[in-house]
């Protein structure tokens, strides 16, 4: 009987986990931050306010599962061994398309509202900062210096290229303008960045 019964009780979990975070996600996307509680998340998602504790130790550790969660494998992994960046051969064309998608992510209004209130919280919270360089920024960051390093062994950048400076080149000006709301991300302004760092990094 505990046979059967195991399997049955994994999918529960994963279920109600998969609930709590698409509650989680629509609840940014619908309140301001500081107005979405974790009983709110509970109501939301169909289940006791003990059973998101029991997983995550607070709200900003479920906002960052919710997010976490969109980078998922069919498995469930999240850790971002799969990722990598197209490589045609063709180094901008290639960036130009990650970028544009970049850029275009950030303007999606429920995105939006979901990594500006993880930001709020890795702002003030140093273990959440870690736990989002190690579970995302990293193994994303190591997918895009791969496709880097690519172009580098095809003589498409300078062999000593700074991959982690040709990194902020190209994304933290994105960042900023979204960080700040300065002007808008568009295609073109993904592709400039695009243009001005392979300049900057030209063999």
């Given at each position: 009987m505990s046979n059967e019964k195991g399997p049955d009780h994994s999918r529960r979990k994963e279920r109600s986990r998969q609930a709590i975070l698409a509650a989680t996600r629509e609840l940014v996307a619908e309140e301001a931050y500081e107005k979405v509680t974790v009983e709110a998340i509970a109501a939301r998602a169909g289940v006791g306010k003990q059973t998101i504790y029991r997983r995550w130790p607070s709200k900003s550790a479920v906002v960052f599962a919710a997010l976490l969660a969109l980078s998922e494998s069919p498995d469930g992994q999240s850790d971002g061994q799969s990722v990598a960046?197209?490589?045609?051969?063709?180094?901008e064309a290639d960036l130009k398309l990650v970028m544009r998608a970049t850029a275009e992510e950030f303007t999606d209004p429920a995105f939006d509202?979901?990594?500006?209130?993880?930001?709020?919280?890795i702002a003030n919270?140093?273990?959440?900062?870690?736990?989002?360089?190690?579970?995302?920024?990293?193994?994303?960051?190591?997918?895009?210096?791969?496709?880097?390093r690519s172009a580098q062994e095809a003589g498409q950048l300078a062999p000593d290229a700074d991959l982690d400076l040709v990194l902020e080149v190209l994304y933290a000006p994105l960042f900023q303008r979204w960080l700040h709301r300065s002007a808008p991300l568009t295609a073109a302004y993904a592709d400039s960045l695009v243009e001005a760092?392979?300049?900057?990094?030209?063999?």
């Open positions: 960046l197209p490589d045609t051969g063709d180094l509202r979901l990594i500006r209130a993880l930001s709020t919280e919270d140093p273990a959440l900062a870690a736990e989002y360089q190690a579970k995302l920024a990293r193994p994303l960051d190591e997918a895009k210096k791969a496709r880097l760092g392979l300049r900057a990094f030209a063999p």
